[in-house]
């Protein structure tokens, strides 16, 4: 049994969801998502309670994919409802980034200009040193995040680079000073 999947995902107000065969929809404020899902789980959707369940078809053999389809469905409702933003922060002297149109432009201690280009549906603003990602798509959020933050991933010894903000990185104490 899954625990994940035995959860009621809760409809906001301003929010349609529907099913159409393998596709699930949902319409709400912030706009509108799409998703694929697995044959193996039916989805039961309740209009008065304002609630979607989900149950495998096989219990002992779907309850993998039955928690993982409700955790999207879930991501999915809060995506159209809220949204999903994810911070950075840019640590290091000289370090500059800001945002033009649709793109992001870095410079971070190489030779050249680094510009990235934002996805549809993903905006970007920054704020001190801080750069924030925010969209519908939970997932694309979280892919634009992570290939910004390759670009110049936080050293143990200074901590120079991309860091999320909740993230903690551990610093390394450098080399030591020989004594005689």
């Known amino acids: 049994m899954s625990r994940i999947g035995k959860?009621?995902?809760q409809i906001p107000d301003g929010v349609t969801f529907s099913?159409?065969?393998l596709e699930i929809t949902a319409k709400g404020p912030k706009g509108e998502l799409k998703a694929q899902?697995?044959?193996?789980?039916?989805?039961?959707?309740?209009?008065?309670?304002?609630?979607?369940?989900?149950?495998?078809?096989?219990?002992?053999l779907d309850s993998a994919i039955w928690g993982t389809t409700r955790a999207n469905v879930a991501n999915v409702v809060k995506g159209v409802s809220e949204g999903w933003t994810r911070a950075l922060e840019l640590h290091g002297v000289g370090f500059k980034m800001e945002v033009k149109g649709r793109k992001v432009e870095m410079r971070l201690g190489f030779s050249h200009l680094i510009e990235y280009d934002l996805p549809e549906g993903?905006?970007?603003?920054?704020?001190?040193?801080?750069?924030?990602?925010?969209?519908?798509?939970?997932?694309?959020?979280?892919?634009?995040?992570?290939?910004?933050?390759a670009f110049k991933k936080p050293e143990p010894y200074k901590g120079k680079g991309f860091r999320y903000t909740d993230e903690i990185v551990r610093r390394k104490a450098g080399k030591a000073a020989k004594t005689e």
């Open 37 to 60: 899902v697995s044959d193996r789980v039916v989805f039961e959707v309740n209009e008065a309670d304002k609630t979607i369940a989900i149950t495998p078809v096989d219990k002992a």
């Open 19 to 21: 099913v159409d065969g």
């Open 122 to 149: 993903i905006e970007a603003t920054i704020e001190n040193n801080v750069l924030t990602i925010s969209g519908i798509s939970k997932q694309l959020v979280g892919q634009v995040t992570a290939e910004i933050r």
């Open 7 to 9: 959860q009621v995902v």
